[in-house]
T-cell receptor, first 109, second 113 residues
């Protein structure tokens, strides 16, 4: 059965810390992996990763995919309180997008 | 605003009530989705519509009934729900049936009492 597992489930850090969020997947006919940020209700798109080993960056956020080991990481450097959110990972195959349970990140001042 | 609008934002209903959730997208997308998000669980896909035709129903109980009258509107009709159906219901859309990425609405927080 296809599954996506995120770790940790929750994380509390202080402003300025660097965090790494993990996502492992087992999905048949895997096409791509996506990261979303969910602050209040609507998840918003962060990254889509299709190729192994190519880092994608957006400001303080970056992500990379390892298709051999079937995982992805999301890094956030110099965290700010506005980074507090649930981070969702989803693996996409030809038919469906399967989500993980998310990592709840809390950044304290 | 994401371009996907859901109403109402909050809904409290009794187990014998009938209510409907509404979703509207202004992005010109051709596919629309209903997801259920329960605490500490992954987002669960409920229904997918592509060009107004239902293409997927992930074994959802019949007390949830979707309707897609056109490519911009999606409804979820609810009747005789159970307390365990309390959750955040998210609508999403994508350009086509291949959801390279989804645009989500803000959701309806449903509480069944």
């Amino acid at each position: 059965e296809d599954k996506v597992v995120q770790s940790p489930l929750s994380l509390v850090v202080h402003e300025g810390d660097t965090v790494t969020l993990n996502c492992s997947y087992e999905v048949t006919n895997f096409r791509s992996l996506l990261w979303y940020k969910q602050e209040k209700k609507a998840p918003t798109f962060l990254f889509m990763l299709t190729s192994s080993g190519i880092e994608k960056k957006s400001g303080r956020l970056s992500s990379i995919l390892d298709k051999k080991e079937l995982f992805s990481i999301l890094n956030i450097t110099a965290t700010q309180t506005g980074d507090s959110a649930i981070y969702l990972c989803a693996a996409y195959n030809n038919n469906d997008m399967r989500f993980g349970a998310g990592t709840r990140l809390t950044v304290k001042p | 605003e994401t371009g996907v609008t859901q109403t109402p934002r909050h809904l409290v209903m009794g187990m014998t009530n009938k209510k409907s959730l509404k979703c509207e997208q202004h992005l010109g997308h051709n596919a629309m989705y209903w997801y259920k998000q329960s605490a500490k669980k992954p987002l669960e896909l409920m229904f997918v519509y592509s060009l107004e035709e239902r293409v997927e129903n992930n074994s959802v109980p019949s007390r949830f009934s979707p309707e897609c009258p056109n490519s911009s509107h999606l409804f979820l009709h609810l009747h005789t729900l159970q307390p365990e159906d309390s959750a955040l219901y998210l609508c999403a859309s994508s350009q086509d049936r291949s959801p390279s990425w989804l645009t989500f609405g803000s959701g309806t927080r449903l509480t069944v009492v």
